[in-house]
């Protein structure tokens, strides 16, 4: 073909028989999100993939539905809960539970020590370090061999978790995503998809580095572009350059119909053009990494707090929202901590009638069995919240801070006086952060977590460490 029909070809819409005048090009946000969350997922940025993930409510990758619920579990931080799930498959001779509970627990164990070690209102924390014990308790069973549970205490020396060479980039969602991983190994061809889902259709997923593939090519095309035009204006310093990749970020009007030019181009070619021989080259693809900084941020919040959750949708709406235990412990000994001294057998307010049991709620600050209206309950909202902001013992965490707040000397105490009125009954429900009901079964276990003594939990924790300082001295 003359160089002189190149150019009309390129610049002006040309109607090819062949084929009609418009092209069908048609693009999924959904498969755009699943490229850039597998292009995240190799680089390491899995902050950024986990907090797209919930977003945008996709999720990259071939699992089923059982090993999709499980790795939603580990990467909530449900580490008892993705232990419970995967009882059913103890039995089977393929799966090897041991090596799965060593992994589960081993990171539920790092999460711990970062608690521990971490500058906070957590730090040392006892319900934390309780907790932190158990881990170790396990671990000293199934770790694989010896070396690696001393590995394990060793950390415990650290004044960070960030100190080790291990966890100097460590954070809770690259080790979540790290964790999966290993055990997808162990038991994900033990939860294939069930017939429901091979009737649903298998949906595309993105592979192969795809989105960085898709980039190369997508500069390979613009560089034929600019090396086509060269050759039919006789832009001779083009030519001689050649087929040159473009500038990823460089200037280009927007997507239209010109970009079409060389494919309709091709068109137009005769067919004895694409049978001429040529010589095949080697492509050296070089992708310059970022160096991703050194994230300083309190991870103890990212651990405890609740991930949010695109509503609705499969698996994250059946992932349950339990916390560790020892927040769990933590949350009841703050609440049930604020309990003023009463009977503790009987209901605090002997003369106001029980409703219907089904209509007793056990939330703390509500009683639906109560008249009050609803500006005195915005009020008592508003009252538990301002107790909340100025109590001492919403500030604290640790047990042995707790005792003694709240008792104030040199104070007459107060005859307790039965409310009779309405009004009386009103402003004494207000005065109260728990329901009625609630209060004489969570009372005494109220005093029972303020008064539990955790030094024979530190006492095995020093030994541990002890323990291993020991060996390390011998070795």
């Known amino acids: 073909m003359e160089r002189s029909s190149i150019p009309s070809a390129l610049t002006t819409s040309i109607k090819s028989p062949k084929t009609p005048s418009g092209i069908p090009f048609a693009i999924r946000e959904r498969d755009v999100i699943k490229a ?25 990758g071939a699992f089923s539905d059982d090993l999709l619920f499980l790795r939603q579990l580990i990467l909530d931080g449900q580490w008892d809960n993705a232990l419970d799930f995967v009882e059913p498959l103890k039995p089977v001779k393929e799966f090897d539970f041991g090596a799965f509970r060593y992994n589960i627990t081993k990171y539920k164990f790092f999460e711990l020590l970062c608690v521990k070690l971490e500058p906070g209102p957590l730090h040392d924390n006892d319900f934390a370090v309780e907790e932190l014990v158990e881990c170790l308790k396990d671990l000293e069973h199934i770790c694989p061999s ?24 460590w954070n809770p969602s690259s080790a979540r995503v790290e964790c999966f991983n290993k055990v997808n190994q162990l038991c994900g061809h033990l939860l294939p998809p069930t017939g429901k889902e091979k009737d649903r259709g298998e949906e595309s997923n993105s592979s192969n580095d795809r989105l960085t593939g898709l980039l190369a090519k997508g500069r390979f095309y613009e560089g034929c572009v600019d090396y086509c035009q060269a050759q039919a204006i006789g832009d001779r310093r083009g030519i001689e350059a050649g087929p040159t990749p473009s500038e990823l970020l460089s200037f280009r009007p927007k997507l239209g119909s010109t970009d079409l030019s060389l494919v309709c181009w091709l068109e137009m070619v005769g067919k004895e053009q694409f049978a001429m021989p040529f010589k095949q080259k080697q492509l050296e693809l ?16 990212t651990i405890m707090a609740t991930p949010i959750k695109p509503g609705g949708q499969f698996p994250h709406n059946l992932v349950p929202a339990s916390k560790l235990k020892f927040a769990e412990k933590m949350s009841q000994s703050m609440t049930m901590s604020m309990l003023p001294p009463a009977d503790l057998t009987t209901s605090m307010f002997p003369s106001v009638p029980r409703g219907n049991p089904m209509s007793q709620s056990t939330a703390a600050g509500f009683c639906l069995g109560t008249a009050l209206a609803e500006a005195d309950a915005m009020a008592q909202s508003l009252l538990i919240e301002e107790m909340m902001e100025s ?72 030994e541990m460490t002890r323990r291993y300082l020991s060996l390390f001295s011998v070795s």
């Not at 969350?37 to 990259?60: D, K, M, P």
């Not at 070089?286 to 919040?301: F, M």
């Not at 329901?435 to 020093?462: E, G």
Request: proline share 9%.
């Open 36 to 60: 850039i969350l597998e292009f995240l997922e190799i680089r390491g940025l899995h902050i950024t993939q986990l907090s797209l993930e919930r977003e945008a409510g996709v999720i990259n």
């Open 146 to 169: 010896p070396e690696d549970y001393r590995h394990l205490c060793a950390l415990l020396t650290l004044p960070k978790l960030s100190d080790h060479e291990d966890f100097k980039n």
């Open 286 to 301: 070089k992708v310059e990494h970022i160096r991703k900084p050194k994230l300083e941020a309190p991870w103890t919040e």
């Open 391 to 462: 109590s001492q013992l919403a500030k604290t965490s640790r047990p042995d801070t707790l005792r003694g707040v709240g008792l104030v000397t040199g104070v007459q105490p107060q005859p307790q006086v039965v409310p009779t009125t309405a009004a009386q009954i009103t402003n004494q429900m207000m005065s109260m952060s728990m329901a009625p009901q609630v209060i004489a079964p969570v009372a005494p276990m109220a005093q029972s977590m303020i008064n539990y003594d955790f030094t024979p939990v530190r006492r095995q924790l020093d």
